[in-house]
T-cell receptor, first 114, second 111 residues
Framework: EAQVTQNPRYLITVTGKKLTVTCSQN?????MSWYRQDPGLGLRQIYY???????DKGDVPEGYKVSRKEKRNFPLILESPSPNQTSLYFC?????????????FGPGTRLTVL | GQQLNQSPQSMFIQEGEDVSMNCTSS?????WLWYKQDPGEGPVLLIA?????ELTSNGRLTAQFGITRKDSFLNISASIPSDVGIYFC???????????FGSGTKLNVKP
């Protein structure tokens, strides 16, 4: 089954404790992206990747890191999480990131930073 | 970053009623997209629009790409309970680029 998977689905952590949220897709997509969803703000793009070893900042990249060492995986790293990073995070992928390529979203990771 | 203003923020309607929502931007977009998010899940693409003035349907859903390229509209006809969810508009400025989302319209349908 074609899908985007994220782990963990729920995470509660404390300020400053490094964490990684994994994202994996099995559709051989070149384009992958991370979003955060906050009430009243919709989804905001954090980082995106056009292909392996090619990443670029989205609208809200501060406090986040990403890497794309393999085509299927695109982990999101919070080196020193803060409470304002409490949010619902979505990973997404599409064939090549073109407007005509359908973007498929993962199920989401709900992160709480205390 | 770019702001997409989506309205209304929420709607409470009776089953069978038609629904309209819209999205406006201060910038020109080359592509407008409409997504639906069911509770506890990620957004799913409903309709994609690629040309100013374009009108596209997907079942009971119809969306339009505004002539100015700064707005888009989504209509749902004869709503049913499974239409409940959050509807997001999204835009992309060039063929390979970032995506910008609206704040969402939460739709509630009373049986």
């Amino acid at each position: 089954e074609a899908q985007v998977t994220q782990n963990p689905r729920y995470l509660i952590t404390v300020t400053g404790k490094k964490l990684t949220v994994t994202c994996s897709q099995n559709m051989n997509h070149e384009y992958m992206s991370w979003y955060r969803q906050d009430p009243g703000l919709g989804l905001r793009q954090i980082y995106y990747s056009m292909n392996v070893e090619v990443t670029d900042k989205g609208d809200v990249p501060e406090g986040y890191k990403v890497s794309r060492k393999e085509k299927r995986n695109f982990p999101l790293i919070l080196e020193s999480p803060s409470p304002n990073q409490t949010s619902l995070y979505f990973c997404a992928s599409s064939l090549r990131g073109r407007a005509r390529d359908t973007q498929y979203f993962g199920p989401g990771t709900r992160l709480t930073v205390l | 970053g770019q702001q997409l203003n989506q309205s209304p923020q929420s709607m409470f309607i009776q089953e069978g009623e038609d629904v309209s929502m819209n999205c406006t931007s201060s910038s020109i977009f080359n592509t407008w997209l409409w997504y639906k998010q069911d509770p506890g899940e990620g957004p799913v693409l409903l309709i994609a629009l690629y040309k100013a003035g374009e009108l596209t349907s997907n079942g009971r859903l119809t969306a339009q790409f505004g002539i100015t390229r700064k707005d888009s509209f989504l209509n749902i006809s004869a709503s049913i309970p499974s239409d409940v969810g959050i509807y997001f508009c999204a835009g992309q400025m060039t063929a390979f680029n970032k995506f910008y989302f609206g704040s969402g319209t939460k739709l509630n349908v009373k049986p």
